[in-house]
Antibody, heavy 121, light 107 residues
Framework: EVQLLESGGGLVQPGGSLRLSCAAS????????MNWVRQAPGKGLERVSY????????KYADSVKGRFTISRDNSKNTLYLQMNSLRAEDTAVYYC??????????????WGQGTLVTVSS | EILLTQSPGTLSLSPGERATLSCRAS???????LAWYQQKPGQAPRLLIY???SRATGIPDRFSGSGSGTDFTLIISRLEPEDFAVYYC????????FGQGTKVEIK
């Protein structure tokens, strides 16, 4: 059974940093591209970052470019999101999401339960 | 970036009724790359439909998807109590985007 378990969320002051983790199990983690998707309170879904299965290609939403860094450790089956210079508008539940297919464009077939990040003084 | 606009914003229906949800894209989306997710309060999104019309594992056949080009539709043929939720469309051809969601609420 595929499981994605996020951790690392919490309350942080504006300008602060936080590192999110997503522990994966039940599939060959190193074969699948992964994503972080966030959802601000009462709002819709926004894909914030993507990383290729090998870790050598990444993408970011314009809203987080230059502040967030996605990475992965395939030996530990874990996905990360380093978030720096946090702003109030980064307040959201952050989900890790797995793509369905090893190659090509693919929908998300599994999501973690999410971790809440609150940026406030 | 392809913008997805969902309508209506809220759909008020009774159990047993038919729900028709729309997702319109700002430019053509290949039908291969359009999905629908269901989200209940406090839960992660759940995959319902991918490739416009393929149901995900375990999704009942009262859920169906259709469409092409810029217009896509999710139909719930007979609403069950557990179907009242928010539904998002998602295009994943290159740069991904989500619709803003349609809330299906109990009338």
């Amino acid at each position: 059974e595929v499981q994605l378990l996020e951790s690392g969320g919490g309350l942080v002051q504006p300008g602060g940093s936080l590192r999110l983790s997503c522990a994966a199990s039940g599939f060959t983690f190193s074969s699948y591209d992964m994503n972080w998707v966030r959802q601000a309170p009462g709002k819709g879904l926004e894909r914030v970052s993507y990383i290729k299965s090998s870790g050598d290609s990444t993408k970011y939403a314009d809203s987080v470019k230059g502040r967030f860094t996605i990475s992965r450790d395939n030996s530990k089956n874990t996905l990360y999101l380093q978030m720096n210079s946090l702003r109030a508008e980064d307040t959201a539940v952050y989900y890790c999401a797995k793509v369905a297919y090893i190659s090509g464009w693919s929908h998300f077939d599994h999501w973690g339960q999410g971790t809440l990040v609150t940026v406030s003084s | 970036e392809i913008l997805l606009t969902q309508s209506p914003g809220t759909l008020s229906l009774s159990p047993g009724e038919r729900a028709t949800l729309s997702c319109r894209a700002s430019q053509t989306v290949s039908s291969t790359y359009l999905a629908w997710y269901q989200q209940k309060p406090g839960q992660a999104p759940r995959l319902l439909i991918y490739g416009t019309s393929s149901r995900a594992t375990g999704i009942p056949d009262r859920f169906s998807g259709s469409g092409s080009g810029t217009d896509f539709t999710l139909i719930i043929s007979r609403l069950e109590p557990e179907d009242f939720a928010v539904y998002y469309c998602h295009q994943y051809a290159g740069s991904r985007s989500f619709g803003q969601g349609t809330k299906v609420e109990i009338k």
